[in-house]
């Protein structure tokens, strides 16, 4: 009878703890989408103040403005983690077009590769030689590509549903391509722009020389997917058409900015962090709205809803805007390093970075028996349509926090149009749809309320303190 | 051992039938993701032809080229079938203001919706009495109403995950509140736009007056978002204002148009009819790409997709264009009482009309038996992020093809977005983006595909008589 009672009592437990879960949640979605702050803070990150490549003056506004909208919350601290981050700048107006024979040319739309050389101040000119990727590149030999512009044309494959998955295939391209084509003793790069939809924009990105010598460093562009086309049609017609292309871009000396960080002090297990963040800078063409300020406003939003529905945390919540994620990752890798240096327990990093879009779910970067007790709340987000929980990367900046014990996430929202957008002029708020953007919010925010009220599994160092 | 030689041999043909089906599956996928004709077609009907009206000449002018890109598609029958359509025309540019005082004048966005009677040449100007929704005018008495102009401004619920539940809780205002405040003697009826987005478009639609006399009915237009806040926060200030709008919208005679039809013969068992369709009719405000020229070139990519992938459906498919949809549901109506004069089996009917955006799943409308044999192929649509499958509507044009075993179906496609174009200037084609059509293209086609090669649950009439 002892036993029947308590299994019924342990049943009731359950039950009225599920039952508390899903009202809390409920509650999180009605203010998400009802006194949402992301969409404003958004309009103004992306209306006021713009693109906010790292080192400009945009991205500099931007810590201000994030960090005073943080203060005005009301969180317990607030402040700016400072960080040296790489300036490069684009210059004026880059300029290209195809010559098909002398003055007959044809115009077409290319952008400088964040961290790529400039061409000489009167362009460069020469033949083409187009190639699937750097495979194809590097099983020709010097002679085939010494004195040419090197064009890479693998597009983005349709067929894989997830869109990172096509942009993972291709980006090598863009990143290294210049790298191996200085190598063979090619003057220039040209990359097919990472976008899944045939349009006139070109889409910017980082790009690495790694180690090659000064002498080797060539220039490269991104040039959009129908001038690519266009490119390749005219090559297949002529191959002794020639292509110039002239860009002013510099690499500068570092320079300093911060992360911005702002946190509720948990009151339990305040040694217990869970950290929420996006990424404040941006690439310059747009205004940075799906990347990466949609992450960076939701992420904001999910300490604004704690404390708007009443949720005190037993574990400390943070919210961080890493710098320089686009083009060094040095925000992150300093706040790691911090972290480290002071021996903070980051039990779980949620990042979202993939876009102001419909959420579907997350992906976790985590053990097995972690991984079991999220999929164990995965039906308290059926009404909200989330439904993707899945093994899997979780996102750039909170990748360096991973700990042999702890859980990193990425929010998984839907990936059909983000790269229609990524990296170019067109990454702006009118993209941006407010319930999408706000349904992001609340899915986060319902997660961490999950983490935060139950811990991870097998970690609970102040928990341990305490007994 | 003869058992478990039975047994190895059973799981063997449903594990190879298994992934046959994962292979043609993906083979769809690929065709239409690679290949697809649904964003060409759907720019010729948006661009070429636009806004859809019944009885317009653009409704006829798509009549004509659906029907001859279907031709062409070497199906192996292709018709149009008759059916007469009301015919509302919008007139001239409807006007509107708001004054606070005489000659003091703001000018608001609306649009006459769709069946409304005209004002009068000089339009009509009256004070105005808000309320949320029928329920609070119908507890008025008709001292407090007559004369004056209804403004029904219940928001949709933002709350809602489904936004077409926020439109089903609101959409009654539009539909009838013409109607309602007619018999108190209203004189004019101002409906907020069925919209969650605050911005400066009206949204049309149909509205009815039922069998109320002529004398009792009274315009009905929609006002925009940003207007029906505007004037509601105008008439907090001061009741007394005026509203002035003038429209001359007219209901003209019936007039002949067409369903546009194509098929596929079965070749096992061709009196079971599998009909998928969108409808071709739309509102005259935008070029009706998503509501509903998405679904309709998504049905025809069906067939085009069984085709292409040399899939040799056993049953009959067809592709059904339903005209006038949207205001008055007649070919839909004409194409069910054919099919039941003639004694056609349709044994599944399937309806894209909620927009060209990423597909999630699938509402059906069918017996327990059938909704188990359908979530039986859940785990073949887990690659392609489809999740939804539920009970629930499927769609307005194949309603009326509901019988006592069949199985309706509604492609169910994210709703984020849907009302922020639905019935305006904006629903045009590129707020389309090629891969959400294509992805549901493919969806559709892979149900279709499963439910032509299993049938559905205790209904086999062909093979009844072949037995």
Same mark, same amino acid.
């Given at each position: ?9 342990? &049943? ?50 931007? +810590? ?9 919350? @009301?969180?317990?601290?607030?402040? &700016? ?41 009167? !362009?460069?000119?020469?033949? $083409?030689?187009?190639?699937? @990727? ?19 044309? #693998? ?28 190598? $063979? @003793?090619?003057?220039? +790069? ?6 899944? #939809? ?6 910017? @990105? ?16 991104? *040039? ?10 005219? $090559?297949? &017609? ?60 939701? /992420? ?10 009443? *949720? ?5 919540? #943070?919210?961080? &805007? ?19 240096? #002071? ?102 925010? /319902? ?7 139950? !811990? *991870? ?11």
């Amino acid at each position: 009878m002892k036993k029947i009672i308590c299994l019924l009592t342990l &049943l009731l437990t359950i039950s009225v703890t599920a039952q508390s879960d899903a009202e809390n949640i409920k509650k999180i979605y009605n203010s998400a989408l009802l006194n949402g702050k992301s969409y404003e803070w958004l309009d103004h990150l992306s209306n006021q103040i713009g693109g906010r490549l790292s080192g400009s003056l945009n991205a500099e506004r931007a +810590v201000l403005y994030t960090k005073e909208e943080l203060e005005n919350l @009301g969180l317990d601290k607030v402040w &700016l983690q400072p960080v040296m981050v790489p300036k490069w700048v684009r210059g004026t107006p880059e300029f290209a077009f195809i010559e098909t024979s002398p003055g007959e040319t044809t115009s077409v739309n290319i952008c400088a590769l964040g961290g790529s050389m400039p061409t000489p101040l009167e !362009g460069i000119k020469a033949n $083409l030689i187009e190639v699937k @990727g750097i495979d194809e590149l590097k099983a020709m030999d010097r002679a085939s590509v010494e004195g040419k512009i090197v064009f890479f044309n #693998r597009p983005m494959d349709p067929t894989l549903i997830n869109t990172f998955q096509a942009y993972g295939g291709c980006v090598d391209q863009r990143y290294s391509g210049a790298m191996e084509a200085g190598k $063979l @003793g090619a003057v220039g +790069v040209i990359v097919r722009s990472m976008n899944l #939809r045939l349009d006139d924009l070109p889409h910017t @990105g980082s790009m690495s020389y790694g180690d090659l010598p000064l002498s080797q460093r060539i220039p490269s562009a991104a *040039i959009s997917t129908n001038d690519a086309e266009l490119l390749s049609g005219m $090559l297949a &017609l002529d191959k002794n058409i020639k292509f110039y292309f002239k860009q002013n871009c510099r690499q500068l000396n570092d320079v300093q900015s911060y992360n911005v960080i702002g946190e509720i002090t948990g009151s339990e297990f305040p040694r217990e962090i869970i950290t929420v963040g996006g990424h404040l800078d941006s690439w310059d063409l747009g205004d940075g709205s799906h990347d990466d300020g949609a992450g960076c406003v939701q /992420s904001m939003d999910v300490l604004r809803l704690f404390k708007e529905n009443g *949720i005190k945390p037993k574990r400390t919540l #943070r919210v961080v &805007l890493f710098m320089n994620e686009e083009n060094g990752l040095r925000g992150a890798t300093k706040y790691a390093a911090v972290a480290k240096e #002071r021996g903070e327990n980051h039990i779980f990093a949620l990042e979202s970075d993939s876009g102001g879009f419909t959420p579907r779910g997350f992906s976790f970067d985590c053990s097995d028996s972690n991984f079991q007790q999220i999929l164990s709340w995965k039906p308290l987000f059926k009404p909200y349509l989330l439904h993707y929980f899945e093994r899997g990367g979780s996102g750039a900046d909170v990748g360096p926090l991973k700990g042999s014990n702890n859980v990193l996430a990425g929010l998984r929202p839907d990936s059909q149009r983000y790269f229609d957008h990524h990296h170019a002029a067109n990454d702006t708020f009118d993209a941006v749809n407010k319930r999408e953007l706000e349904l992001g919010t609340a899915a986060m925010t /319902s997660l961490v309320y999950l983490i935060d009220k139950y !811990g *991870i599994n097998n970690i609970n160092t102040d928990q341990k303190l305490k007994d």
